[in-house]
Nanobody, 124 residues
């Protein structure tokens, strides 16, 4: 299972970015998907997750109210809309997935499939 994260970039504080997670050989419609991020010198951190039905979402406290995870059925992607970005959001963002899982928590050991990540850099 190959996941591909895209949409990262270098932006100024206060602006928005939208990340997308796609699968290279299949649709994500049957997968519960999460976003994690990892900043230099820090541990990988849970950001958000959505179950495969789109009924359950969860967010880290640090992004709640600013980030939104959603399923794009037309593109077969799981997107992360990031608003009001700050330098603290600078990290490499990874998407992870499990097949038809009810787990939307932040333990990275519970997520089976991972993508290569996309870099988000927010300047002040």
């Amino acid at each position: 299972v190959q996941l591909q994260a895209s949409g990262g970039g270098l932006v100024q504080a206060g602006v928005s970015l939208r990340l997308s997670c796609a699968a290279s050989e299949f649709t994500l419609s049957d997968y519960t998907v999460a976003w994690f991020r990892e900043a230099p010198g820090k541990e990988r951190e849970f950001v958000a997750a959505i179950d495969w039905r789109g009924r359950s979402t969860s967010y880290a406290n640090s992004v709640k109210g600013r980030f939104t995870i959603s399923i794009d059925g037309l593109k077969s992607t799981v997107d992360l809309q990031m608003n009001t970005l700050s330098p603290d959001d600078t990290a490499r963002y990874y998407c992870a997935a499990n097949l038809r899982s009810y787990y939307t928590g932040g333990d990275s050991r519970m997520w089976r499939y991972w993508g290569q990540g996309t870099q988000v850099t927010v300047s002040s």
